[in-house]
């Protein structure tokens, strides 16, 4: 793997409060879309980093499951 290729890990992101919403849906994000957005992105880290998980062998892939 390239320097250029490593990415910082997106962190799960926390569930806003149901009070932390105005819910009158001015805000531009509301918190929830914000949420929602960084969530997939999440999401999509996991499967590719189970997708290099599958793809790895032997040592490497102890090394791996070792950093979860």
């Known amino acids: 793997m390239r320097m250029n290729e490593i990415k910082k890990k997106i962190l799960k992101p926390i569930k806003p409060e149901n009070d932390d919403c105005c819910g009158g849906g001015g805000c531009c994000p509301c918190v929830w879309d914000t949420y929602y957005n960084q969530l997939d992105l999440w999401e999509g ?18 090394a791996i499951e070792k950093l979860q």
């Open 45 to 62: 880290q996991k499967v590719k980093e189970k997708e290099l998980l599958d793809k790895a062998t032997g040592d490497v892939k102890d």
